[in-house]
């Protein structure tokens, strides 16, 4: 297994970035290279993850150097999806196009920084965040149920993000960058065929059938879980996901849950220090309650997001405007009012992400189990809606946590529907 993983990177890679890093350096040599795999399968969702140890002689002088390097995954359920999602052309344009102008504008910005690009070849070279003791606490979507996350995690998760968000503030980034924003690469890419099947499948697969169950046919309820499934759904999702023309707009990661951020800890009381970003492969300039709502809807569950929704969204406001202040960005006519109200007519985004990825947290077969392999049934399996309806029920009947979460999403979807129509 070291051998093959090994075989996924070349010297001549290896010598692109060590030559970029090590620029101006008359004599650089690479006397040897470890790979190791960068996350507990070798496969992540949509990439591939390795962690390079590079033993060199600079000047004379040997040194370490490591490094992760992120390529297409290995799996071809997986391959099929990035080549039709693009997602690595669009994170190669983020690193390569946007971050520096938001490292000029925040240099201590939070996030991980890129050495190198290879578009040709569709590789990433990064820093190793694990080199600067961060770590990731949520390796994959099952601990979310763990409750690792706790108030103080989130209210740094909350800061971080609008530090982010702050230093693109101004900069209309769909004019200057049309190619990598003109279409939404979660919902717009290729038509958007196949996050379209994921939500349509995951409605019938859990939503409707927890919701006929449950609910014993009541109208009420049903016409808003069966309109989940429908075109105007998504089409609703499209929209409150493009830049908004009354208000301001933001650059956002795009995929801000949890497992895309590494914490920095104190290492003798383990609370959270810093947080830095990772993989911008769905990033999209929009308002920046998207990714607010997409942490908020699929990180916490239903009874802690309502009890500190709205003060972890006044902590956010107040970062974000302290930012821009210090940062010398000139905020337009937009209040927190103004913010807030955007969050709510909007809210159905975040009820997406809740009812289409809380049940895979709590009901086994979607994702791998720990130190299981990925394969291409469990990215199918996903990709299909999750696991089966018969499961979904039994779980749903069985685990008290689970009913309460889906009963609490499904009456706020009821009330989000029946406002709007």
Request: with cysteine; glycine share 4%.
């Amino acid at each position: 297994m070291a051998d093959d993983i090994r075989a996924l990177v070349t010297l001549d890679e290896l010598s692109k970035v060590v030559r970029q890093i090590h620029k101006g350096s008359e004599e650089v040599e690479i006397l040897a290279y470890d790979v190791e795999k960068g996350t507990t399968s070798v496969q992540g969702f949509l990439s591939n993850i390795l962690r390079v140890t590079i033993h060199l002689k600079v000047g004379g002088e040997k040194s370490t150097l490591k490094i992760v390097i992120k390529r297409k995954p290995l799996l071809e359920s997986q391959l099929s999806m990035v080549d039709e999602l693009e997602v690595f052309e669009h994170e190669i344009g983020i690193f390569h196009h946007c971050a520096p102008i938001l490292r000029q504008r925040c240099p201590d910005l939070p996030a991980v920084n890129c050495y190198l690009t290879d578009s040709e070849n569709e590789i990433i070279y990064m820093e190793d965040l694990k080199e600067q003791n961060y770590v990731a606490l949520i390796r994959c979507i099952a601990d979310l149920k763990e409750n690792i996350l706790t108030k103080e995690h989130v209210v740094l998760v909350m800061k971080t993000l609008a530090k982010f968000h702050s230093a693109s503030v101004g900069i209309d980034w769909l004019k200057k960058f049309p190619k990598l924003f003109d279409e939404d690469v979660m919902f717009e890419k290729s038509d958007g065929t196949l996050m379209k099947k994921f939500v349509r499948q995951s409605a019938e697969k859990s939503l409707i059938p927890i919701t006929e169950h449950h609910f014993k046919g009541d109208e009420y309820f049903l016409k808003s879980s069966k309109w989940f499934a429908t075109e105007d759904f998504y089409q609703t999702l499209i929209a409150v996901c493009k830049p908004d023309p009354r208000g301001f707009n933001v650059l956002c990661h795009g995929d801000s849950w949890a497992n895309n951020m590494m914490f920095k800890l104190d290492p003798s009381t383990g609370a959270p220090l810093k947080i830095k970003l990772i993989d911008f492969q769905l990033s999209r300039y929009t308002r920046a309650s998207r990714d607010l709502m997409y942490f908020i809807y699929m990180c916490l569950n239903a009874g802690v997001r309502k009890e500190i929704e709205h003060e972890i969204l006044e902590i956010y406001w107040n970062e974000f405007e302290k930012e821009c202040y210090e940062k010398g960005i000139e905020m337009l006519d937009f209040t927190y009012e103004d913010f807030l109200a955007d969050y709510e007519e909007n809210k159905i985004f975040g009820l997406m992400m809740a009812a289409v990825m809380r049940p895979t947290i709590y009901v086994k077969g979607t994702f791998p189990d720990e130190n299981e392999e990925l394969s291409d049934d469990h990215i199918n399996t996903m990709m299909d809606g999750g696991s089966e309806t018969v499961d979904t029920l039994n779980e749903f009947k069985s685990n008290p946590e689970f009913r309460e979460e889906m009963i609490s999403i499904i009456e706020d979807i009821a009330k989000v529907y029946h406002k709007r129509f």
